[in-house]
C-alpha cells in the first residue's frame, strides 16, 4: 500500500509478538522434545502440541503476509543500506517460516498418516513425494529452525540498537 502511516497498525502488532513468542516456544519445546525418551509421559504430547501450535502459526502467518499486502506499513529508518538489509532480513524470516511449515508437514505425513490438531480435526497427509522424505524434511526443518532464530535474535538486536544507539522511531512503531 502507498499510503503513508508512522506507526504499525495494533493487529500487526498483536501478530508480530504473538508470532515472535510462538516462534521461540515452538523452537525450545523442538528442542526439548527430540530427546524425550519412549518412556516418558510427554514423548507423544509434547510432539502433539508441537504440531497443533505449529500448525496455528503456519496459519496466523498466511493472514499476516495477506493483511501485510493489503494494509499500510511505516517506513523502515536508518541509512539506504540499513533499509535494504532490513527488508531483505524481513522477507527472508518470512520464507523461512514457510519453509519451516512446509518440511515440518513433511516430516510428519511422510509415513501416509495425517496430522492431529488440538485433538480437533485431522490435516491430511500426503504421504511420501519424495525418496527418503522423513529424513531430508528433518533436516531442512532442524537447519532451518537453527537460522531463523539465529536471524530473529541478530532482527531483534537491530531493533534494539535502533531505539537506544540511534533513539528513533523503529521499535516504539512496533509496541
Ligand atoms: C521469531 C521472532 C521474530 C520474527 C519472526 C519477527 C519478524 C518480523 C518481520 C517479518 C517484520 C517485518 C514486518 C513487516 O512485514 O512489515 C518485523 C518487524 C519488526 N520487528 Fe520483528 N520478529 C521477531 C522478533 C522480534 C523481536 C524479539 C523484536 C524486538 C526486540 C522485534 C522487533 C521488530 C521491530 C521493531 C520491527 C519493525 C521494524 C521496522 O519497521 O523498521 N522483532 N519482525
Redesign the pocket.
Known amino acids: 500500500m502507498s499510503q503513508t502511516v508512522s506507526q504499525?497498525n495494533r493487529l500487526?502488532k498483536i501478530i508480530?509478538w504473538l508470532?515472535?513468542l510462538a516462534?521461540?516456544s515452538l523452537f525450545a519445546l523442538g528442542y526439548w522434545m527430540v530427546e524425550l525418551s519412549y518412556y516418558s509421559e510427554w514423548y507423544k504430547v509434547a510432539p502433539h502440541w508441537h504440531k497443533s501450535v505449529g500448525f496455528m502459526l503456519c496459519l496466523l502467518t498466511l493472514f499476516r503476509v495477506v493483511w501485510?499486502l493489503t494494509t499500510a506499513?511505516?517506513e523502515?529508518?536508518g541509512q539506504p543500506w540499513e533499509k535494504t538489509v532490513?527488508k531483505i532480513a524481513?522477507n527472508l524470516?518470512?520464507l523461512m517460516?514457510f519453509a519451516i511449515f512446509i518440511s515440518g508437514y513433511m516430516i510428519s505425513t511422510a509415513d501416509g498418516r495425517g496430522i492431529e490438531i488440538f485433538n480437533l480435526f485431522t490435516l491430511p497427509g500426503l504421504g511420501s513425494l519424495i525418496e527418503n522424505q522423513e529424513d531430508i524434511a528433518g533436516d531442512i526443518h532442524f537447519y532451518l529452525t537453527y537460522s531463523?532464530?539465529g536471524l530473529?535474535l541478530l532482527?531483534?538486536l537491530a531493533?534494539?540498537k535502533?531505539h537506544f544507539i540511534n533513539k528513533d522511531n523503529?521499535?516504539n512503531?512496533?509496541i
Open positions: 504499525y500487526t508480530h508470532s515472535a516462534v521461540f501485510k506499513t511505516p523502515i529508518e532490513a524481513h524470516l518470512y517460516l531463523l532464530v530473529a532482527h531483534a531493533a534494539l535502533h523503529t521499535l512503531k512496533m
